[in-house]
C-alpha cells in the first residue's frame, strides 16, 4: 500500500458516502450519515495515533489507516434499507460492509494479504471477541482497530449524553432503547468480574451504557488506555448512570482495571 493507493481510497469513500445524503429532504437521514461518516474519519486518525505510539512500519499504518476509514461502510447501506443501525433488527453492518467493497471493486489494487487484512478486520470489528485460529498479523489489525473504534464511540456517547441530549434525543444513537430503571443483573455480574457483556443482554439504556463500560475490559494496547484515563471517559460514563451501591461497585471496578493498565512498563 502507498499513499497514492491510499488517496484513491478516501476519494472512494468520500464519494460513496456523499451518495447517501438526501441534501436535506430527510434531515433525520443526513444526521445519521454524518454521524457515521465522522465516525469513520476519527477512527481512521485513532488508528493512526494507536500505531504511531507503538512504532509501526509506515506501510503498516497506512494499512491500518484504511481499515480504520472502511471499518463501518456498511452503515450507510444498512441505515438507508433498515432505517436503524441495529443489526439484530436489520443485518450484521461488518458482513454488509464486505459485500459493499467486493460490489464497488475497490480493493483490486491492494495486495491479497491487505485486502485480507481489511476483509477481516471488517468482519471482525463488532464481534463479542475475537476468533482464535486467525493469522496472527491479522488479528493485531483487528485488535488496532477495536481500540480505535471503541475510543471513538466512547467519544460520541459521552458528547450526545453531556451535551445534545437534552435538546434532541437520536434514536440512531440509542438504538430506540426505553429510558427505564434498573439495569440487567448478568451486565452488573460480569463488570464487577471485569469482563464485557454480550449485547444481547441490553434491554434499557442503563445496560447500553454499562455495556460500553464493560469495553474497557477488551481494550488491547497501552496508548489507547493512556487515552482513555486522559479524557476521563470512565467517569463521564458513570456521571450519566443512577448512583446506586451497584454502579458505584462497577465503577469502582473499571477505575481500578484502568489505573492497573495506565502503568508505564506493562
Ligand atoms: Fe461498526
Not at 484513491?8 to 447517501?20: I, K, M, P, R, T
Not at 436503524?84 to 464497488?104: I, P, Q, Y
Not at 485460529?133 to 473504534?149: K, N, S, T, V
Not at 455480574?189 to 441490553?202: G, Q, T
Amino acid at each position: 500500500m502507498n499513499r497514492d493507493t491510499v488517496r484513491h481510497l478516501q476519494a472512494f469513500f468520500d464519494e460513496y458516502v456523499s451518495g447517501f445524503y438526501s441534501q436535506g429532504e430527510d434531515q433525520e437521514n443526513d444526521w445519521a450519515i454524518r454521524l457515521k461518516e465522522d465516525h469513520s474519519q476519527r477512527v481512521r486518525e485513532n488508528i493512526i495515533w494507536i500505531s504511531r505510539q507503538l512504532l509501526l512500519p509506515e506501510q503498516d499504518i497506512l494499512l491500518a489507516g484504511v481499515l480504520g476509514l472502511f471499518h463501518d461502510i456498511g452503515r450507510f447501506s444498512q441505515y438507508i434499507t433498515y432505517r436503524t443501525f441495529r443489526d439484530d433488527l436489520s443485518e450484521n453492518h461488518a458482513e454488509l460492509g464486505v459485500k459493499e467493497l467486493a460490489g464497488a471493486h475497490v480493493l483490486n489494487d491492494v495486495s491479497m494479504e491487505e485486502r485480507r487484512i481489511i476483509e477481516k478486520g471488517i468482519l471482525y470489528h463488532n464481534l463479542y471477541a475475537l476468533p482464535e485460529g486467525e493469522d496472527p498479523r491479522c488479528l493485531f489489525f483487528c485488535r488496532l482497530l477495536r481500540d480505535a473504534d471503541k475510543l471513538d464511540i466512547w467519544n460520541v456517547i459521552i458528547q450526545y449524553y453531556h451535551t445534545e441530549k437534552d435538546n434532541h434525543s437520536r434514536p440512531a444513537i440509542e438504538l430506540g432503547l426505553p429510558d427505564t430503571p434498573g439495569c440487567s443483573q448478568s451486565i452488573l455480574r460480569d463488570l464487577c468480574s471485569a469482563k464485557s457483556s454480550l449485547s444481547s443482554a441490553v434491554k434499557n439504556l442503563n445496560d447500553f451504557k454499562l455495556l460500553q463500560i464493560g469495553w474497557l475490559y477488551d481494550i488491547n494496547f497501552h496508548p489507547t488506555f493512556q487515552e482513555i484515563d486522559k479524557r476521563n471517559y470512565l467517569k463521564s460514563m458513570v456521571s450519566v448512570l443512577p448512583e446506586t451501591e451497584d454502579i458505584k461497585k462497577v465503577a469502582e471496578t473499571a477505575e481500578q482495571y484502568l489505573a492497573m493498565h495506565v502503568q508505564p512498563n506493562r
